[in-house]
């Protein structure tokens, strides 16, 4: 009995990962497509405009990328953060402070150097063969 629930409470999880990741999707390309209609209304393309289109294709990508491996590379999120804040000083750089712009570019540094970490720690330090495949169980489960 507690086999057919384990699996399908796992069942139950993934139609609720699946139907997150659907949402986040249609969510992000309705977004999109806003923008897209906003800028041929105002006929007018500024760079705002496309770094905002940019975030909404790498949140597209990074569900794609989720969807092919299971997994969710940290780095996605950091670069789409990195784009945003980007975007946020080229579109308010007359009206923030100079503080707030050193605050901001302290921001991007951080990230990107965050970035370059984890992208140095997966190569210099990769998992063994399999490692990361593998179901991360208790040692007393795994003997059964």
């Known amino acids: 009995m507690a086999g057919k629930t384990h699996k399908a409470s796992r069942h139950l999880l993934k139609l609720i990962e699946y139907g997150g990741l659907a949402i986040i999707t249609i969510a992000t390309l309705i977004a999109g497509a806003q923008e897209i209609f906003r800028m041929v209304d105002e006929r007018l393309v500024t760079l705002a405009d496309l770094l905002m289109l940019f975030i909404y294709l790498e949140v597209v990508a990074m569900v794609a990328v989720y969807l092919d491996s299971g997994k969710l590379p940290v780095r996605m ?19 923030i402070d100079s503080w707030e712009v050193i605050a901001v570019a302290t921001a991007i540094l951080i990230l990107a150097a965050s970035a370059l970490l984890i992208r140095y720690g997966k190569h210099r330090y990769p998992f063994p063969a399999g490692d990361h495949d593998q179901n ?6 795994k003997q059964k």
């Open 77 to 95: 999120p950091l670069y789409i953060a990195i784009v945003a804040l980007a975007r946020y000083l080229a579109l308010d750089i007359k009206n």
């Open 136 to 141: 991360w169980e208790a040692p007393d489960n």
